[in-house]
């Protein structure tokens, strides 16, 4: 595998269920990030990782919580979301964050496509 | 506060050139992207411009003046699998977070 990998590729899931959404990145990277992508919105950054610790929170409700164990692999643990909430979920990595000069380049994975009934 | 406009939707032909603006509003600038999505997949990186002026790769090219607070992407020989969404991107100033703009989906036909 290489690159950054998202798993499932698709959820549908009850307002009462708890899922989680995995992602995995093979670069050497220490920046980990996820997005929302709604319908007709740009990318919404939700929250960031730099070396395992939360850097970022961009005011994301608590029904979303993130868990980054290492710097290869990102959690989001959902539970008693709610329609709205429905979108594609990005997961992407990057060689560093917040490190000064230059923004390294974000990559990023296929995403999941959640569907919150 | 920072601003990213593009246009919604563009069509083009097969074979054609076709340039996707990108105006930004920022308090400061650190750099911009652009990334091509195509649906269902993940945004992929096309270039990053930090100073004024234009780059080439290959079939794409992005263009940058600071001044003007203004990039483009141009999409020389468009072939069809260029129908993608193509996404424009600046970091946030002094920070590394990224602000996007909707995003420009492209429909290139025969």
């Known amino acids: 595998e290489t690159g950054v990998t998202q798993t499932p590729r698709h959820l549908v899931m009850g307002m009462t269920n708890k899922k989680s959404l995995k992602c995995e990145q093979h670069l050497g990277h220490n920046a980990m990030y996820w997005y929302k992508q709604s319908a007709k919105k740009p990318l919404e950054l939700m929250f960031v990782y730099n070396f395992k610790e939360q850097t970022e929170n961009n005011s994301v409700p608590s029904r979303f919580s993130p868990e980054c164990p290492n710097s290869s692999h990102l959690f989001l643990h959902l539970h008693t979301l709610q329609p709205e909430d429905s979108a594609l979920y990005l997961c992407?990595?990057?060689?560093?964050?917040?490190?000064?000069?230059?923004?390294?380049?974000?990559?990023f994975g296929p995403g999941t496509r959640l569907t919150v009934l | 506060g920072q601003n990213i406009d593009q246009p919604t939707e563009m069509t083009a032909t097969e074979g054609a050139i076709v340039q996707i603006n990108c105006t930004y509003q920022t308090s400061g600038f650190n750099g911009l992207f652009w990334y091509q999505q195509h649906a269902g997949e993940a945004p992929t990186f096309l270039s990053y411009?930090?100073?004024?002026g234009l780059e080439e790769k290959g079939r794409f090219s992005s263009f940058l003046s600071r001044s003007k607070g203004y990039s483009y992407l141009l999409l020389k020989e468009l072939q069809m699998k260029d129908s993608a969404s193509y996404l424009c991107?600046?970091?946030?100033?002094?920070?590394?977070?990224?602000?996007f703009g909707t995003g420009t989906r492209l429909q290139v036909f025969p």
């Open positions: 992407a990595s990057s060689h560093d964050y917040g490190s000064g000069g230059s923004t390294d380049t974000q990559y």
């Open positions: 411009n930090v100073l004024d």
């Open positions: 991107a600046a970091p946030r100033y002094n920070t590394d977070k990224l602000i």
